[in-house]
């Protein structure tokens, strides 16, 4: 792997959660094995008060995530560098401006700045403006990138706000538009499994297969995330991004090269041929529910109304279950379907392509429809991993036919864990490789299919919000989506296993 050039991180929101659970574990983690320069600091700006030692015994010395804090680590500790910091005072941008040109200078670093934004996304059009007012956004001798968490907007009108702001500010191939599943190693698999194989992309196509699930399940709650949660909903936090991003990573055609423009073009053109949802069908092809008060492994849960932050009267869903259709060559009437949802019975992420059966049932034991399916389980996580579902003959007399299973765990590889997602793409924008980021006109596909769903259910009261106990899988309702069928859901469990071994929940 190419070692990037010797840069600053500048993380706007650096006493924050999200820097200290998953950004400053990522650096460590890629100084740890060697992946960073010997030159470069890490700058947290944010409003609580630290000195640059104490900012390193929060961050590093005393962060449970990171594991053995052996010589190696108090090393990397001294790469970090405080400032407390108001992203609405324009004079904390000149001290910023003169604190960057001094870490320049004492560590002889060539002035690369990698801005990350772990902000509210209130702060993304303020703090992008102030860098672009004190000339922080560009330079002729040295590179200027940054990386925008989501929300990419709340609908498709401030979507467009938004990326017209960054566009005006810095160039596209400036701007990693970070979503952290595609960081992960299982979802950068699926490329690999589809184009590195002769086997499978010959079977990818309407010809064969005859519907694909994407799953995307949590067993918590809204934890202490209710003020925020209460005004996205399950279609913005998951769907709009994280699952749309999967299936088009799963639908995609082979690009030219393995490199950002290609991936990313066809990519884009998978979220361009997805058939919209009208405002008459969105009663029928899309399910939204909200839990409810239960009882999970005897211990009561409240309900979503009941959690902290979250208006008694919430209309927010919980859960999102869907049925597309992408209007391409390839994929031609081929059903897609989309479950997401908080206190489900299990945490799983995962992809079930499910194949065409065969034309003439030959075995007799064959009539029962579910005794030869196949069907090819993607583990994005937990227990990543792939499971091929096929049928056998059962030994002894008769021609009796039973669904046996081949399995790889990504565990069997190695006794390290696959590494987290935030590592692989900070290291990438590093690199000024932006395949695994989210580009522009990806961001606004998906706001255009998913928005007339979101206004039909704020101007429909006939669409109905399910309730659905706390611990089971989302509102009965979810079911309907396969009417007309012989199918149903596939109900995960945490291992990646078959049908006939021990289901961890």
Same mark, same amino acid.
């Given at each position: ?54 900012y ?52 002889q ?8 934004l ?48 960054l ?6 191939e ?6 952290h ?46 003020g ?18 999967i299936?088009? &990573?799963?639908?995609? =055609?082979?690009?030219?090269? #393995?490199?950002?423009? /290609?991936? !990313?073009?066809? *990519?884009a053109k ?12 969105v ?23 009941e ?11 919980t859960?999102?279950?869907?049925k ?21 019975? &299990?945490?799983?992420? =995962?992809?079930?392509?499910? #194949?065409?059966?065969? /034309?003439h !049932?030959?075995? *007799? ?13 993607l ?64 961001v ?24 659905y ?13 396969f ?23």
């Amino acid at each position: 792997m190419q070692l990037p050039d010797s840069f600053t991180l500048v993380i706007f929101g650096g006493s924050g959660d999200l820097t200290e659970r998953k950004l400053i574990p990522a650096m460590h983690s890629l100084y740890k094995d060697k992946l960073l320069p010997e030159k470069f600091t890490i700058l947290g700006l944010g409003r609580k008060q630290f000195m640059d030692e104490s900012y390193r015994d929060q961050m590093v010395i005393e962060n449970a995530a990171i594991g053995v804090k052996d010589e190696k680590c108090q090393t990397f500790a001294q790469h970090l560098f405080y400032q407390q910091f108001d992203m609405g005072d324009s004079e904390d941008y000149n001290k910023l401006s003169r604190r960057l040109k001094s870490l320049d200078q004492e560590f002889q670093l060539d002035g690369n700045y990698l801005y990350y934004l772990a902000t509210p996304p209130d702060f993304f059009t303020t703090v992008t403006a102030m860098l672009q007012e004190h000339n922080l956004h560009k330079s002729d001798n040295s590179w200027r990138r940054v990386i925008i968490e989501k929300p990419f907007g709340h609908d498709l009108k401030s979507a467009l706000e938004l990326n017209k702001h960054l566009t005006n500010i810095f160039a596209e191939e400036q701007i990693y538009r970070i979503d952290h599943y595609l960081g992960k190693e299982t979802v950068q698999n699926i490329l690999a499994l589809r184009f590195a194989n002769g086997i499978f992309e010959p079977l990818w196509n309407r010809n064969f297969i005859h519907h694909i699930e994407i799953t995307a399940s949590e067993n918590i709650g809204v934890e202490d995330r209710g003020g925020y949660y209460d005004g996205a909903g399950a279609m913005r936090d998951m769907v709009q991004n994280h699952l749309l991003q999967i299936a088009a &990573t799963v639908a995609m =055609e082979p690009p030219s090269l #393995f490199e950002p423009k /290609p991936v !990313r073009d066809e *990519k884009a053109k998978v979220l361009q041929s997805i058939r919209p949802i009208t405002r008459e069908e969105v009663g029928r092809q899309v399910i939204r529910g909200q839990y409810i008060a239960s009882k999970i492994r005897g211990e009561k849960v409240p309900g979503y109304r009941e959690e902290v932050k979250v208006a008694k009267d919430s209309q927010t869903e919980t859960f999102v279950a869907l049925k597309f259709f992408i209007d391409n060559w390839r994929w031609g009437d081929v059903p897609f379907y989309i479950r997401t949802g908080k206190r489900l019975p &299990t945490r799983v992420t =995962e992809v079930v392509v499910h #194949f065409k059966k065969t /034309p003439h !049932r030959l075995f *007799k034991s064959d009539k029962d429809e579910n005794s030869s399916e196949n069907s090819l389980i993607l583990r994005i996580q937990p227990d990543e991993g792939i499971l091929l579902k096929f049928g056998m003959k059962v030994p002894g007399a008769g021609f009796n036919i039973k669904n046996v299973d081949m399995d790889f765990h990504y565990s069997d590889l190695t006794d390290d864990d696959l590494p987290e997602a935030y590592e692989r793409l900070l290291l990438d924008a590093l690199n000024g490789d932006n395949t695994l980021f989210a580009r522009a006109d990806s961001v606004e596909l998906a706001w255009e299919f998913i928005d007339p769903i979101l206004k039909a259910w704020e101007t429909d009261p006939s669409i109905k919000l399910f309730g659905y106990p706390a611990g089971t899988w989302g509102p009965k309702e979810s079911h309907e989506l396969f009417e007309g069928t012989r199918e149903d859901w596939h109900y995960p469990c945490k291992n990646l296993t078959g049908e006939d071994s021990f289901c961890e929940l």
